[in-house]
């Protein structure tokens, strides 16, 4: 969206704002009025991010930002007392049960996976941890648009997908900047190096700030490497990973233009997409090396194929109502 559609949409958000709706409140704020439904659209809705920023793509629009570990510890339960019944939500012991996790995976690792990493290597660890399937405070990002839209489009459920771009060069800048004013010796953001030590050493304190960073491993496994991979994570457990987004974007300062999106993608389109990014070599195979990820893209050509299939019939069966020759079905096998 343009500069002057995202401050109306800032203030409209800044004139209703309310604490307990902020996950609303970010969406409608972020969100595209209109949703992909074309590959040119597609191309037109990346142009401002594609050099700094950094993408994702979720199978169902109606999915929020969530990591995994906020996924686990965010329940809601009933309690039932003998005059009234309290419905409570509440995020259990994230602190304490992620430590837990941390320390048991830790102790395990290395029986599966012989080059493990320094005790101290927080970040490593949880990139580790992520990229195996545990639950952790990071999420999934890609450098790559094209990459994003394929896990996007992966699914055939649903009907509508989301791609969701964050300006990276802002998010590191304005991040250091919150960090440098929660203590005075943090790096500066053009030492990335030094950076990255000081965000692994503070990772795990409880008393951080709510601050989305971009978290950088030593070691970069080799799925990550294909899929140019880049993890965000939260220093802190209090609030969710969009609410932590929203208030990065009016403090210290509203930002006075758009850095973050998240656009639909109709999925009807879904097979003409795949294919593209088929013959840009993005793929199931080409994105998870080995024989699963071969045995699964495979699954992925045969919807594209029956898809193909689908259109085929449709085609026939109006070429035989307009020659009005009456379509005898194929028989099942």
């Given amino acids: ?92 012991k994230p602190e304490e049960n992620e430590r837990a996790l941390l320390r048991e995976f830790q102790r395990a690792a290395h029986h599966h996976y012989p080059r493990t990493p320094a005790l101290d290597q927080t970040v490593d660890w949880l990139a580790l941890m992520q990229h195996h399937g545990a639950p952790t405070r990071m999420l999934d990002w890609t450098r790559s648009p094209y990459v994003a839209l394929y ?29 440098r004013r929660q203590e005075k010796n943090c790096p500066d953001v053009s030492d990335s190096d030094e950076l990255d030590r000081y965000t692994n050493h503070i990772l795990l304190r409880p008393d951080n700030d709510e601050i989305i960073v971009s978290a950088s491993p030593k070691q970069l496994n080799e799925r990550m490497l294909i899929q140019q991979g880049e993890l965000l994570c939260n220093l802190r457990h209090g609030s969710a990973f969009s609410t932590i987004l929203l208030g990065m974007l009016i403090h210290p300062s509203k930002v006075q233009r758009q850095v973050v999106s998240k656009i639909k993608v109709k999925k009807e389109r879904r097979a003409e997409f795949i294919e593209r990014l088929h013959r840009m070599n993005i793929h199931e195979a080409s994105l998870f090396p080995g024989l699963d990820g071969f045995a699964r893209s495979l699954g992925v050509r045969l919807d594209i194929l029956v898809a193909q299939q689908v259109e085929d019939r449709k085609e026939a069966f109006m070429k035989y109502r307009r020659s009005k020759i009456k379509l005898v079905p194929e028989s099942e096998s």
């Fill in 1 to 92: 969206m343009t500069e002057p559609q995202w401050q109306e949409r800032l203030e409209e958000l800044l004139a209703k704002y309310k604490p307990e709706h902020n996950v609303e409140l970010f969406e409608e704020l972020v969100t595209e009025c209109t949703a992909i439904s074309t590959w040119e659209e597609f191309e037109e809705w990346v142009s401002p991010f594609k050099d700094q920023g950094c993408f994702r793509g979720q199978g169902d629009a109606t999915w929020s930002l969530i990591t995994t570990l906020e996924r686990k510890v965010w329940k809601r339960w009933i309690v039932e007392t003998d005059s009234t019944t309290s419905e409570i939500v509440d995020k259990l």
């Fill in 151 to 179: 896990f996007a489009m992966q699914s055939d459920q649903g009907t509508e997908a989301a791609l969701w771009a964050i300006d990276l060069k802002w998010l590191k800048e304005r991040s250091n900047e919150l960090l």
